[in-house]
């Protein structure tokens, strides 16, 4: 371990250059270039009289044991783009005279306690990695990454019981494999990411730190540990995700000072020692939400005191602790909560007015109990919002992701309702025939616990999607997608859509339609309803089931302009009948279907595997071939009559006896079928339509 | 050395900081004290920023 001082002013510290190192303060040039193990030292005398200096650092990472700049009498800058500068001991940057203009990692790999890093203010301009196993350093004085990180690594760092310095940062990540500690005393710490600590396994002695997420969202925060004081304190947060079972002292969420509504939703049960608070709002229409992350699944939030708040709604959300049960102002109830004291539902009416208006406004806003608007009457999610005849003539834009009640249009002129946002409806939901529903980015979702009508009886143009565990979504009408809306698209996530004998028609030619489905449990429920699309994807096929109902309704695939149609069955079971409309269907998985059909067009079957039908209504015509290719068909019992088919690598199978027809066309490949008409069919001179009725 | 250390509660919190000097430094209490308004005014800088988006 040697001593080096810097000497003879500007230069660079590479790997082989030795005229600017010495072995003494101010001594001659030429001592060999510092190794980790070495201490450097830049100080009064490394430049010449008091002019100002800069060091160029060259070959990366450049390496010493300490490093001390101290006493400068003159300006220092140390540079270097992209090159790292790794640090086995302690670092000391002065208060003065000083730049750091190197843009590489600064790494402390020391293995040993006792190190500090004192950075006097200077910000690093890159991230900073400890990476010393039982290594430990401790602030000299605060620390500023600025838009960068802490990468721990190994090691323990601490923000010094003494001085509690401040921290600020993007994040602190720690999904490495080392044993890392962060002590955080009483320091404040911001932190900017939308990760704010990343959700790796380390120890956090939170102390009695006061941690600031500044980020608009954050894709997670917590991890299931101990905090102190946390605080949220953007003003114009989207949405935050706090994952695992975390303890906090205080918490602290700052409301939204514009117009929308940030959703906070917990992965977990949380408890708060000390006080939950929620900074009020200055209008109605600055919302905050709180949710569980699964709809229908409660999270327990344990509080002990609670600061007044207003402007919040709440889905899936106990209130326990001292604090419980929880009052304010204007909390929307959207389902599945309890402690918690809700305003009482109401009905309010869009207010007339002369020009286009948006469902959240400042000042007064558009809603009302009676004649005037006025903030206090902006529609929560247990409320009934209706617009009037004599409201507006133009167009109501739902301009944030607002939870609502039910939602009536009583009014029968034209009327336009454009989102800008994804609403969520919890109640019914009954427009007019002129009443056009546009989204350019949102999707409409139905998410009540019981049951909510539907009635849309105008053309759509929103995506939907029914999340609604516990509850039934039930058509009062058909809903019509616009020919030339571009996602038409649904997506059936918890909860029973009950067709209602209506037709949800997605057919158009801006591009291909999707019904699918997603995680959670759900079941369609036909009552001779119709579901028209392109592509049916049973994309999460666990606890989705089909009831027919009061009669077989049917699942109808259409090619649109598109040629191609797609049905991903997810193995699942069909009470409904699968309808060919297309030119080419494909049928993927090992499904369960009642009763496949088609329509008296030239079309193809692509059976990718085996389905099981209970009837078979496959049947060309003269000039409208019907392909059947690849794949299993099994039907338990009875005699399949088809005729006009092209079949190629077909297996017709399970009990049935399978009569492709006299007319139909064996391509090879086959197992099961008979190229012939039923006994008693055929057709020819002297009409044999049973056995033993001659007709002719 | 000489630790300085220092503090300011603001309405974005507690910020905690330190000026470390060499036992012979020559600033001014004037100077000292500008240095920590610097520091105070860098920091309000960084956790006021915009939000930074990875």
Redesign the interface.
């Known amino acids: 371990m040697a001593d080096r001082y810097w000497v003879g002013g500007s230069g660079t510290w590479n790997g082989t250059t030795t005229t600017r190192w010495s072995t003494a303060s101010g001594g001659s040039g030429g001592a060999s270039v510092p190794t980790a193990a070495d201490d450097v030292f830049f100080d009064g005398n490394s430049n010449t009289g008091t002019g100002a200096f800069t060091v160029t650092m060259a070959t990366s990472p450049r390496v010493c044991n300490n490093l001390t700049i101290?006493?400068l009498d003159g300006t220092m800058t140390l540079a270097g783009t992209g090159i790292g500068l790794t640090i086995s001991g302690s670092l000391?940057f002065p208060?003065?005279l000083f730049n750091r203009t190197y843009t590489g990692v600064t790494t402390f790999n020391a293995t040993t306690t006792g190190k500090t890093i004192?950075t006097?203010?200077v910000?690093f301009g890159q991230n900073i990695v400890f990476d010393g196993a039982d290594g430990g350093w401790t602030l000299?004085?605060?620390l500023?990454l600025?838009?960068n990180s802490i990468l721990m690594y190994n090691g323990t760092l601490d923000t010094s019981s003494?001085?509690?310095?401040?921290v600020?940062a993007?994040s602190i990540q720690n999904s490495f494999s080392g044993t890392r500690t962060l002590n955080l005393n009483?320091?404040?710490v911001?932190l900017?990411?939308?990760?704010p600590i990343d959700n790796g396994t380390f120890t956090l002695n939170a102390g009695t730190s006061?941690i600031?997420c500044?980020?608009?969202s954050f894709a997670y925060f917590g991890s299931g540990r101990s905090y102190y004081n946390v605080?949220f304190?953007?003003t114009a947060k989207t949405t935050a995700l706090i994952t695992g079972q975390n303890t906090f002292n205080n918490l602290s969420v700052t409301n939204r000072t514009t117009i929308g509504i940030t959703k906070f939703t917990f992965s977990a049960n949380q408890t708060i020692n000390g006080t939950f608070t929620v900074t009020n709002s200055t209008a109605s229409a600055y919302r905050t939400m709180f949710a569980s992350d699964v709809i229908g699944t409660q999270r327990t939030l344990t509080v002990n005191a609670i600061s007044s708040i207003r402007d919040v709604d709440f889905r899936d959300i106990a209130a326990a602790g001292a604090s419980a049960s929880w009052s304010g102002t204007r909390f929307g109830d959207c389902g599945g909560n309890s402690g918690i004291n809700f305003d009482a539902a109401k009905t309010v009416y869009l207010v007339p007015a002369t020009t286009t208006t948006n469902w959240g406004a400042t000042g007064s806003g558009c809603w009302s109990i009676g004649s005037s608007a006025s903030a206090t009457d902006f529609p929560l999610a247990q409320d009934t919002a209706i617009i009037q005849d004599v409201s507006i003539v133009g167009s109501l834009t739902i301009n944030a992701d607002y939870n609502i009640g039910t939602l009536t249009v009583e009014k029968t002129s034209s009327f336009y309702f454009t989102l800008s946002s994804s609403p969520t409806v919890y109640g019914n939901f009954t427009t007019q025939t002129n009443t056009d529903f546009f989204s350019s980015v949102g999707t409409t979702t139905f998410a009540g616990r019981t049951a909510q009508a539907v009635y849309i009886s105008s053309t759509f143009y929103s995506p939907i999607e029914i999340n609604s565990p516990t509850g039934t979504v039930t058509l009062s009408s058909s809903i019509s997608y616009s020919n030339d809306f571009g996602t038409r698209l649904v997506t059936l996530t918890s909860g029973t859509l009950n067709l209602n004998g209506q037709t949800i028609s997605m057919l158009g030619s801006a591009s291909g339609s999707t019904f699918q489905t997603a995680a959670g449990t759900k079941n369609i429920t036909f009552n001779g309803g119709t579901i028209q699309c392109t592509t049916f994807n049973n994309a999460e096929p666990t606890n989705f089931t089909t009831t027919q109902g009061t009669s077989e309704g049917k699942i109808e695939l259409t090619s649109d302009n598109f040629g191609s149609s797609y049905f991903y069955g997810g193995g699942s079971t069909y009470n409904c009948a699968l309808k060919n409309s297309a030119t080419y269907l494909s049928i993927v998985d090992y499904n369960t279907i009642q009763t496949i059909s088609n329509s008296n067009i030239t079309t193809t079957f692509d059976f990718g595997s085996l389905n099981t039908v209970t009837n078979w209504n496959v049947t060309g015509s003269v000039g409208k071939i019907v392909t059947i290719i690849n794949g299993t068909l099994s039907k338990a019992s009875g005699t399949v009559s088809s005729d006009y088919l092209n079949i190629t690598y077909s297996t017709a199978t399970g009990g049935a006896t399978w009569y492709a027809g006299a007319n139909s066309v064996n391509n090879g490949g086959n197992t099961g079928w008979i190229f012939t008409a039923p006994p008693g069919v055929s057709i020819g001179t002297g009409i044999t339509i049973g056995p033993g009725i001659l007709i002719g | 050395?000489v630790?300085i250390?220092f503090?300011f509660d603001t309405q974005?919190?507690?910020?905690?900081?330190?000026?470390?000097?060499?036992d012979?430094h020559t600033?001014t209490d004037a100077e000292i004290e500008a240095?920590k308004q610097?520091?105070l005014d860098?920091?309000i800088a960084?956790?006021?920023?915009p939000?930074?988006?990875?």
């Open positions: 101290s006493g000391t208060a003065t004192t006097n203010g910000a000299g004085s605060a500023n600025g838009t003494a001085g509690n310095y401040s600020t993007s009483g320091s404040t911001t900017s990411s939308s990760a006061q600031n500044s980020s608009s605080a304190t953007s | 050395m630790t250390s503090s974005y919190g507690k910020f905690a900081d330190a000026i470390v000097l060499p012979d600033l240095i610097q520091r860098n920091w960084a956790v006021t920023a939000p930074f988006e990875e």
